[in-house]
C-alpha cells in the first residue's frame, strides 16, 4: 500500500481542485455560450456525457501531447519519435516531418524481440510469404493453419501445462475468457489492483464479484472464508464455482505477486487459481517460465494460466493454458477462438522462434543472456533510482518500475523534460491509476546497454531535480559507475 506524504497530498488535492473548480466555469460559460447558438441535434442528450467527459476535456486535453505519442521505427533500446504539433492549445495535435532519436523507456520489449533478431526475423519473414499477413477466418472455419497447432503446443510445454488455446487479442483473452469459465452462482476474488481486461470480464460473467486487499494473502482468507460461510446472496446456497483472480507482475505497480501463499490458500479453500502472467511470463523466472518458476511454485496447483505474447515475446496475441478437459472446453465456448479472427500467422511464428531462443533451442546460449541481462538491467535500475531519492514501487527481479509524481502538475513536466533530453518515459494518471497516485511508468529491456541505462539515469535524475519528485533523501557520491554491476548466478 503507498503512503501519500501529508504535504503531498494536500498539493495533490489542491492542483486538481483547482483544474476542476476553472474547468466547471469555463463549461459554465460554454452553456451560455450555447444557448445562443442552435444546435443540429436539438431534441438529442448529449452523446458524451459525464464526469469522464469533463476530465477529458478539461484536464486530459491540456497535456495530451505527453500520450499517444508515433513513433516510426521498431520498439528497440532506441527508437525514432515522430514530433508533434499543437495551434489550438492541444485540442488537436498534427505530425510533423521532423523525428527525434530516442532512449526507449517505455516499451514492453523486456527480452528485446521487438526490434530484428538473426534467428526469429528471417522465420517470421518466410512465413509470410507462405501463410500470408491474415487467415482472414475464425479459428473454428479456415482460420486455423499448422502454425497454430504448433503454437499452442509450444506455449503449453514452455508454461508446463497439459494444453493451451491462443488468441488474437491478451486484453481479449481476460475479458472473453472470464465470463465462459463462471457465471451466475459463482463467485470471482479479484485483486484490487487487477488489470482492467480482468476487471471486464469479470463484470461480464453475471458471477458475484469480491475484491481483497492488494496483494495480501491474509485479507484474501478473510474474504474466502466470510464468503464461503454466508453462501450465494440472498439465498445462501453454496457457491457453484470459486475463482482467486491474480497477476503475477502487476503492471501500474510492478510488484511480484505473493503467489505461494495464495496458492496455498486456494488449496485450502477448494477455490480455482487464475493466474495473469501478462508482464512475468518470459521476464522473470531461470527460464523465462514466469512466476511459477520464480517463485517455486508446481503449476499443478494453478488451474488457469494466462499470459500475453507483446510483451517478452515481440507479438501479439495471448493464451490460456490448463488441463485438456478446460482448453477443450473453451474450444467450443470461448468467443475469442470462435468468432474472431485466428492470430496472424506471422506473429505466430514469431512466438514460436521466441520461445525457442529462451530455450537454446536455436543452438545458441542468446536466450539465457537475454534473461540474465533483464534482471541485471531492472535490478541495478531500480537500485540507482532509489539511491537517488525517488519513490520507486515495485520488487527486484521486476522490468516495471514506477516512479511516483502524485501532482497533475508533475505529470506533463516529467514527461516533456525528458523528451526534451531524447529520453522517451510513459506518464500514467487517472484513470488507468488513482486520481492522487500519478506516476512514470518505466519499461527496462534486455537490449538496454549499460550506457543506455547510466543516460537514462543521468537524465531522470536531472528532471527529478527540476520537477521536484525526489521525495526521499539522496544517498551521497553515489553515481552509477561501470563497474558498479550486480551480480547475478
Not at 451560455?32 to 478539461?58: K, M, T
Not at 499543437?86 to 523507456?105: A, F, G, H, M, P
Request: proline letters at 5%; hydrophobic letters at 40%.
Amino acid at each position: 500500500m503507498i503512503t501519500i506524504p501529508y504535504l503531498t497530498a494536500l498539493s495533490t488535492y489542491f492542483s486538481y481542485g483547482l483544474l476542476f473548480a476553472f474547468g466547471q466555469f469555463r463549461d459554465f460559460f460554454r452553456k451560455i455560450f450555447d444557448w445562443w447558438h442552435a444546435s443540429n441535434l436539438q431534441g438529442y442528450a448529449p452523446i458524451c456525457l459525464g464526469l469522464e467527459d469533463f476530465y477529458i476535456r478539461r484536464l486530459y486535453l491540456r497535456i495530451q501531447d505527453c500520450f499517444g505519442r508515433p513513433i516510426c521505427s521498431p520498439p528497440d533500446a532506441w527508437f525514432d519519435v515522430v514530433e508533434r504539433v499543437s495551434n489550438d492549445n492541444n485540442k488537436t495535435l498534427k505530425r510533423t516531418t521532423k523525428v527525434s532519436r530516442c532512449l526507449n523507456l517505455g516499451s514492453y520489449n523486456y527480452l528485446g524481440f521487438a526490434a530484428s533478431d538473426e534467428y526469429c526475423t528471417p522465420r517470421v519473414i518466410e512465413s509470410l510469404k507462405r501463410f500470408s499477413p491474415s487467415t482472414c477466418s475464425t479459428r473454428v472455419d479456415g482460420g486455423t493453419t499448422t502454425l497454430h497447432s504448433e503454437l499452442e503446443e509450444c506455449v503449453a510445454n514452455f508454461v508446463g501445462k497439459p494444453a493451451a488455446i491462443v488468441t488474437g487479442m491478451g486484453y481479449v483473452t481476460n475479458s472473453a475468457i472470464l465470463p465462459v469459465l463462471i457465471g451466475k452462482g459463482g463467485l470471482i476474488i479479484s485483486d484490487s489492483l487487477n488489470h482492467n481486461s480482468i476487471v471486464n470480464g469479470a463484470r461480464g460473467s453475471g458471477a458475484t464479484i469480491r475484491v481483497f486487499q492488494h496483494n495480501t494473502p491474509s485479507h484474501l482468507e478473510k474474504v474466502l472464508r466470510e464468503h464461503i460461510a454466508e453462501g450465494q446472496p440472498r439465498t445462501h446456497r453454496p457457491w457453484k464455482k470459486i475463482i482467486v483472480v491474480v497477476e503475477g507482475i502487476y503492471s501500474m505497480e510492478g510488484e511480484l505477486c505473493q503467489f505461494p501463499d495464495i496458492v496455498a490458500i486456494c488449496k485450502k479453500y477448494k477455490a480455482y487459481v487464475y493466474l495473469d502472467e501478462a508482464h512475468s511470463i518470459g521476464a522473470v523466472g531461470r527460464t523465462g517460465r514466469g512466476v511459477c518458476e520464480l517463485l517455486g511454485v508446481d503449476t499443478a496447483d494453478v488451474e488457469i494460466m494466462m499470459g500475453t505474447f507483446t510483451k517478452s515475446f515481440g507479438s501479439c496475441g495471448g493464451y490460456i493454458a490448463g488441463s485438456k478437459e478446460l482448453i477443450e472446453y473453451l474450444k467450443y465456448t470461448c468467443p475469442a477462438h470462435l468468432y474472431a479472427t485466428s492470430i496472424s500467422p506471422p506473429a505466430a511464428q514469431q512466438i514460436i522462434s521466441s520461445i525457442k531462443v529462451i530455450l537454446g533451442e536455436d543452438g545458441s546460449n542468446r536466450g539465457a543472456q537475454k534473461l540474465a541481462q533483464i534482471r541485471e538491467n531492472s535490478n541495478f535500475f531500480r537500485s540507482e533510482l532509489q539511491k537517488m531519492g525517488f519513490e520507486v514501487l515495485g520488487d527486484n527481479d521486476s522490468p516495471v518500475m514506477p516512479i511516483m509524481l502524485y501532482n497533475p502538475a508533475k505529470i506533463p513536466a516529467f514527461s516533456r523534460e525528458c523528451l526534451k533530453r531524447n529520453v522517451a518515459v510513459v506518464t500514467v494518471a487517472f484513470p488507468a491509476t488513482p486520481l492522487l497516485l500519478a506516476r512514470a511508468r518505466i519499461c527496462i529491456s534486455a537490449a538496454h546497454s549499460r550506457d543506455d541505462l547510466i543516460k537514462a539515469l543521468k537524465v531522470i535524475s536531472e528532471v527529478g531535480d527540476l520537477v521536484g519528485i525526489k521525495y526521499f533523501p539522496a544517498e551521497p557520491n553515489k553515481e552509477p559507475l561501470e563497474e558498479n554491476r550486480i551480480k547475478l548466478e
